[in-house]
């Protein structure tokens, strides 16, 4: 019995580091998805934004520069800048046309690189985002 006790087993340290690299592993993928939350929490919210001036539009059969300058601080407000707004119905139209709200932006996200196979690294990366929106004007008054 004390000669089964003082064996050692075999593999120890191969079975320490493949656990440390699965550890490394599962530890990167995690901060990735945890970083990039922040830029998903802000793409659902410009769309909720976007969905909310949408309804101004159709309304207003455009949309007016009091409504884009609110617009524009609740996009900065959720930490969105530098909104391009061309190819919205910034003039009014008539019943029954169709309106647009076009806003791009650029938000940095993460991507995770894998070096020499083994060792993860984050960069940064712009992306350009676009929320297209369109429907048909409900505004009464003519123009």
């Not at 690299?21 to 599962?26: D, K, P, V």
């Not at 976007?50 to 300058?69: P, T, V, W």
Request: charged share 20%; glycine share 4%.
């Amino acid at each position: 019995m004390q000669h089964l006790l003082n064996m050692k087993k075999e593999g120890g340290v191969q079975i320490v580091i493949a656990t440390l690299i699965g550890i490394l592993i599962m530890s990167s993928v995690f901060l990735y998805f945890v970083s990039n939350i922040i830029p998903i929490n802000a793409t659902y919210k410009a769309e909720t934004i976007a969905r909310k001036y949408m309804l101004k539009i159709e309304e207003d059969g455009y949309l007016k520069e009091e409504n884009s300058e609110k617009m524009i601080n609740e996009f900065a407000s959720i930490g969105i800048s530098n909104i391009d707004i061309s190819g919205t119905t910034l003039s009014p139209v008539t019943y029954g046309e169709s309106v647009y709200l076009k806003v791009k932006y650029k938000e940095t996200i993460k991507n995770l690189n894998i070096v020499n196979s083994i060792i993860p690294t984050f960069s940064n990366e712009e992306k350009n985002v676009v929320i297209e929106k369109s429907s048909t004007s409900k505004n009464v008054i003519e123009p």
